[in-house]
């Protein structure tokens, strides 16, 4: 395993593209990522966090191009204020996903969780590499880390990188399932319900 600095992404970058799994920040909590198009890759994080492999893991994306790269989205009105107000940002949004999303991916279900981090570290591997897993880098169970030194403390050599640093956001993404006709919250999280709510009223 290597600590290494957000100056040095590219090392990072060329990990995360030949299969390997790493942690990184984001805008809210320190994140265990691969390619999501890496079936073999997926499968590790779900065994470096001890996460059941029912429960499907959240994906970044750093804009609504790439967002169609895994997801089937209906760009309903509702769907359209939600991506204006609060992309990029802490919300993730559940949708259909796509077919070439690897089974594993998504707990062998047929949705998908994605959201756009405010985060230039996040982003800038997703630019290189493409969409990428974002679960917390945890054991399943244990607290978030908010910091690369809590990351190595609970994951040690079982990653390849830990970008170094620390996250201020502390709370994880409000979670929204658009599957239905009208969407439903599913996690309250960082951004208050209030806001969602009206959002999807206006």
Not at 177 to 192: E, F, H, L, W, Y
Request: charged share 20%.
């Amino acid at each position: 395993m290597q600590v290494i600095t957000p100056n040095n992404i590219n090392y990072a970058v060329a990990i995360l593209k030949n299969g390997g799994v790493g942690a990184y920040p984001t805008d809210t909590v320190f994140g265990l990522g691969a390619s999501v198009f890496n079936e073999k890759a997926a499968t590790r994080v779900y065994d470096i966090k001890g996460r059941p492999d029912d429960k499907g893991l959240p994906v970044l994306v750093d804009s609504v191009d790439t967002l169609e790269q895994v997801a089937d989205v209906y760009y309903t009105p509702q769907i359209l204020r939600l991506i204006e107000r609060f992309w990029p940002g802490k919300l993730t949004m559940i949708f259909r996903k796509k077919a070439n999303v690897p089974s594993v991916v998504c707990g062998g279900g047929q949705t998908i969780a994605v959201r756009i981090p405010n985060c230039h570290i996040a982003l800038s591997l997703i630019k290189v590499v493409g969409p990428i897993i974002g679960t917390s880098a945890n054991i399943s169970g244990q607290g978030n880390s908010f910091s690369s030194a809590e990351v190595e403390r609970q994951l040690g050599d079982l990653v390849d990188f830990i970008i170094e640093g620390n996250v201020t956001g502390g709370v994880p993404s409000t979670v929204i399932n658009t599957c239905s006709d009208k969407p439903q919250i599913v996690r309250a999280g960082a951004i208050p319900l209030e806001e969602i709510e009206k959002a999807l009223k206006d």
